[in-house]
């Protein structure tokens, strides 16, 4: 409970500690923070591409941020496969936002030979800078077109010239500039908010501001496998703008500078070791691979089944776990010798608080609906809200959702009544929370003469609170047979 001595203006949210018996809805939005090969798009400065929050909608998202195969380096295009080219169905939409900046990440324009042959020559990159490309005394679409094309990470220019004097033939110099992927640090992913600039990180602050887009769900595949990206990420998603409750999805690395990080013990060492506990994420190891498509994290995986789960609920109510995913196994690295394991063998990592992926019944699911905070060791200790993902983002969902509902109504004058009709209303809201299965019980809003006093009703604050019980998840099921010699006797009489 905040005390009458910090200043407040607007409405906010506040977690309190679970309580436990003994024995007009914004877009919740999925933000993924990461690089994408926006110089392989025509005119990207002037298409906000760069530290803005970009909405993808289906497979043409290759067309607005670009694409590339090499989803190591340009991990924004695994999103764009995993949300948009999915066997099981796409989910979406989604939104983005890209920290690679081509005008300052890159090399110097360098001079480069061209082989034209019957009035074509390819560069095949996927680094190059497309609006830097030059052939010089020849102009773009007089003297020549370049296509690029993203799957097979190729640039072909053709010669538009029909006369000897015009085609270019054989070896013609250019000069283009490149990225420099080396260039993308951790400082540059973490970013900054300056002087009205945002970068990096930092960039999700504009989403509900500039955009009206609270990022309920946030990952950045590719950079969470670095404690201090992880740990600036939750910090950062814990009430962004003051205000909303985002849930982070985060994988552990399956290698680090001391060699491959490929098996149980070694996992749930990295893990305690590097403090991954923060209590708004889950927490994900090891990747996953598809044939013909490489390998994914399994953040990405997971925010796509949360979303798909959302979708079909109503509400973000479910968990990604024992979802079926379409992969084809376990990847620990080019280096690791391990095969995989299954339902029983994953329960390890689970019960440690660790999500991952099982083998079970001829494919593989996601296994795990704990948060990162969870560890079944230390489950007496531990705030009960925090054993499952859906009870953190359900509670998430209700700050942000009440914040939303009555954002407008501050600095207006309030009445007995209108005190009573926030609520009434914000009660009947939840109330249709239990209809729908995300919540049971009886959901309670109070306001309580305790939490409101005189003094800080004279400053303008009004605390409600409310009590809500998710849904109980259906981790465990246990079926108990025995043999009994009772039918026998049946058996045995005569008809």
Same mark, same amino acid.
Request: proline share 3%; hydrophobic share 35%.
């Given at each position: #409970? ?21 024995? @007009? ?53 695994? @999103? ?34 061209? %082989? ?58 250019? %000069? ?30 504009? #989403? ?27 910090? %950062? ?259």
């Amino acid at each position: #409970m905040s005390s009458n001595s910090e200043y407040l203006y607007g409405t906010y949210g506040h977690i309190e500690n679970s309580v436990v018996d003994d024995a @007009v809805e914004t877009e919740l939005a999925a933000v993924y923070v990461g690089t994408a090969p926006v110089h392989l798009v025509r005119g990207y400065k002037n298409l906000n591409l760069v530290n803005e929050p970009v909405k993808l909608k289906n497979i043409t998202a290759k067309n607005i941020i670009g694409y590339s195969s090499d989803k190591e380096k340009y991990t924004l295009s695994e @999103v764009i496969d995993a949300h948009f080219d999915n066997v099981k169905g796409n989910v979406g939409p989604i939104y983005v936002i890209n920290i690679l900046d081509p005008s300052t990440h890159c090399t110097e324009a360098n001079e480069h030979t061209l %082989t034209f042959v019957n009035g074509e020559a390819v560069i095949v990159s996927d680094t190059i800078i497309l609006d830097t490309f030059g052939i010089e005394g020849k102009v773009e679409n007089t003297d020549y077109t370049l296509a690029y094309n993203y799957d097979a990470r190729k640039l072909t220019i053709t010669s538009l010239g029909k006369t000897k004097d015009t085609k270019l033939d054989g070896q013609v110099q250019c %000069t283009y500039a490149e990225v420099d992927m080396s260039m993308i640090t951790d400082t540059v992913f973490r970013g900054k908010k300056e002087n009205g600039v945002y970068t990096g990180v930092h960039v999700l602050e504009k #989403m509900y501001p500039f955009y009206g887009v609270v990022p309920m769900y946030v990952a950045a595949p590719g950079f969470t496998d670095n404690p201090d990206n992880y740990a600036y990420l939750c910090d %950062t998603c814990y009430q962004i703008n003051g205000h909303w409750f985002g849930f982070v999805y985060a994988d552990l690395p399956i290698q680090d500078e001391t060699g491959p990080i490929d098996t149980f013990d070694k996992a749930k060492k990295w893990r305690a070791d590097n403090d991954y506990f923060k209590s708004n994420s889950k927490i994900y190891w090891p990747m996953a691979y598809i044939i013909g498509k490489g390998a994914f994290h399994l953040s990405t995986l997971a925010v796509v089944e949360k979303m798909r789960v959302d979708n079909e609920k109503g509400r973000p109510c479910g968990t990604d776990g024992n979802k079926v995913i379409p992969i084809d196994h376990h990847y620990f690295g080019e280096e690791s010798n391990n095969e995989g394991y299954d339902q029983e063998d994953a329960n390890e990592l689970v019960q440690d608080g660790i999500s991952t992926i099982a083998a079970w019944g001829g494919q593989f699911k996601l296994w795990g609906d704990h948060t990162a905070a969870y560890q079944f060791s230390k489950k007496d200790a531990i705030d009960k809200r925090l054993y499952f993902d859906a009870n953190v983002i359900m509670l998430n969902y209700t700050l942000n959702m009440f914040q939303e509902m009555y954002g407008g109504k501050i600095d207006d004058t309030i009445t007995k009544a209108d005190k009573d009709t926030i609520t009434h209303d914000f009660e009947e809201w939840l109330g249709a929370l239990v209809a729908d299965g995300a919540l049971v019980g009886t959901p309670k809003v109070m306001f309580l003469e305790t939490n409101n006093s005189t003094e800080g009703i004279m400053e303008g604050r009004f605390v409600w609170n409310v009590l809500q019980t998710n849904a109980p998840l259906f981790k465990a099921a246990e079926c108990y047979a025995a043999y009994t010699s009772a039918g026998i006797s049946e058996f045995l009489e005569e008809e």
